[in-house]
């Protein structure tokens, strides 16, 4: 559960624009927990983009999935921590030496960089995936029990936690105790418009039902003044 005072919100800016995502990293700061970007504006903007919206902050959440064979994964994890992350992840289903290899590459090159280590945490099954989409992928059994599989693997290599969907929160937690950090998208204030997201729960019920942070898009950034959004989420939840 998140520590007593820390905001646990984290904004994804989901943008391909570099002066938005600077307005909301700006203007967002002090109201939310931290920011989150992603495959999108990275494949935009690159490192040098995420350092123009990131750089000083010590709140990123870089969510850029890796997967890929242990050493390229390494590799990868070793040139990101150039940006100073909070949070960094990689896909559970790379396996157990790829996993421990990002942890590793974490550990030594913030060592290295004289920087604090950020969280290494793993996606276990995608959210877009039903049972049908694991089966045509040779994966038989219901969605959860491969993602509780993968989050005690995850675990077990020492990494600090999962993204996971809210549904998932209370099956991962019975598994894998208090202590492993579960990072939940798929958040609606009461009364916001879900979009796209199928199965949402709201701030208040994430948090209770055991999320660590909150990974909030569109209800924050989409909203007329992003920072009331985000402030008013957070009041609900003090
Ligand atoms: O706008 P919204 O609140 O739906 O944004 C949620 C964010 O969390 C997006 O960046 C989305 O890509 C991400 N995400 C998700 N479901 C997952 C994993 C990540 O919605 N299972």
């Not at 150039?82 to 590459?105: C, D, F, S, T, Y």
């Amino acid at each position: 559960m998140p520590s007593e005072g820390r905001n646990p919100i984290l904004v994804a800016i989901d943008t391909q624009e570099v002066d938005r995502a600077r307005n909301l990293s700006r203007s967002l700061a002090g109201a939310v927990g931290g920011i989150k970007l992603g495959l999108e504006f990275f494949n935009a903007h690159g490192p040098a983009g995420v350092a123009e919206v990131a750089g000083g902050r010590s709140d990123l959440f870089l969510d850029l999935k890796y997967h890929d064979i242990p050493n390229t994964v390494a590799g990868a994890v070793r040139a990101a921590i150039k940006l100073q992350p909070m949070i960094l992840n990689v896909h559970a289903g790379g396996g157990p030496a790829m996993m421990r290899a990002a942890l590793e590459a974490a550990e030594g090159e913030s060592a290295r960089l004289g920087v604090a280590c950020p969280k290494i945490i793993a996606v276990t099954v995608l959210t877009s995936m039903d049972d049908s989409d694991l089966d045509a992928v040779g994966q038989r059994g219901p969605a959860v029990e491969q993602v509780v599989r993968l989050a005690r693997l995850t675990q077990n290599c020492r990494l600090d936690g999962v993204v996971c969907s809210p549904r998932e929160i209370k099956a991962i937690r019975a598994a894998c105790g208090p202590d492993f950090t579960l990072v939940v998208p798929g958040i609606r204030p009461a009364g916001a418009a879900a979009g796209d997201q199928k199965r949402v729960m709201t701030p208040r019920e994430a948090i209770d039902a055991g999320a660590d942070w909150l990974v909030i898009g569109r209800p924050i950034t989409g909203a007329l003044d992003p920072a009331a959004a985000a402030r008013g989420i957070g009041q609900d939840l003090a």
